[in-house]
């Protein structure tokens, strides 16, 4: 049961957002337009070619912006508007559909595909939905600026919050997320810990495939998660 005194943390991946449509930007062999691209997601990247990476990231913005939520995105919404802040929602995604779908308290641990910050100074990120760079874009400080985004090397936004409401959350849903990449795929570590130390934690994955991590879990539901994920929590409220 999620009943109104729950504590609930919620971590969306990769899988949620392909059901809107969401291109994973790698052909067959892994590349983009013959780059790896973990040489156009990388400050080294970054570095060496930055109107490449621009380039690229200005190829996921028009495309995201193509696309609408789908009915988990909405079904999270309307958690969040049940429970408020006793759910934690943190996605590895960057494309903003949570929000679109209506949820205001997002922690985007890889940053956010609409937003662009100066690659030197600390003025603070900002929105940005330009998608067509005649010029590289440059700070009133004169140093490029680059995507909001974490990349490949860099260390996730927001972990100490992340981390502590794992701790104290009852019940951890992950929705698409591959269990490969961490330290997101080792969050459900917390509650493995928590379970074996007596307390009365819960764990769930909801996705389209068995996660890498999904003996982690307490259960595993299979289908996509704009199907599955409504269903299961409207069962959760009773």
């Known amino acids: 049961m999620i009943d109104d ?9 990769a899988g949620i957002s392909a059901e809107s449509g969401i ?32 380039r690229f990231y200005a190829q996921r913005r028009a495309q995201a912006l193509t696309v609408a939520p789908n009915p988990a995105h909405r079904a999270l919404a309307e958690l969040e508007a049940r429970l408020g802040d006793r759910l934690f929602l943190c996605t590895q995604n960057v494309d903003g559909l949570h929000e679109a779908a209506g949820s205001t308290r997002v922690t985007h641990m890889h940053g956010e595909l609409m937003k662009t910050r100066c ?4 003025r603070p990120p ?3 939905t330009r998608h067509d ?12 600026q680059r995507p909001h985004i974490v990349w490949f ?5 927001e972990l100490h919050t992340i981390k502590r409401r794992v701790q104290r959350a009852a019940v951890f849903v992950c929705v698409g997320s591959s269990g490969v990449v961490y330290p997101a795929a080792g969050l459900v570590g917390e509650m493995t810990y928590r379970r074996q130390m007596g307390e009365p934690v819960r764990s769930v994955y909801v996705g389209l495939e ?3 991590n999904a003996d982690e879990f307490d259960e595993v539901v299979l289908g996509k998660a704009g199907e599955v994920l409504p269903a299961w929590l409207a069962a959760q409220a009773g």
């Open 5 to 13: 005194q729950t504590e609930v943390f919620v971590l969306t991946g």
């Open 23 to 54: 291109a994973t930007f790698r052909d067959a062999n892994g590349l983009w337009e013959n780059h790896r691209v973990e040489a156009v997601a990388s400050p080294e990247g970054f570095a060496a070619d930055p109107a490449v990476v621009w």
């Open 119 to 122: 690659s030197v100074c600390d």
């Open 126 to 128: 900002f929105d940005d």
């Open 133 to 144: 760079f005649a010029e590289l874009p440059r700070c009133a400080c004169g140093a490029l």
């Open 153 to 157: 090397g860099e260390v996730p936004f």
């Open 210 to 212: 068995r996660p890498a």
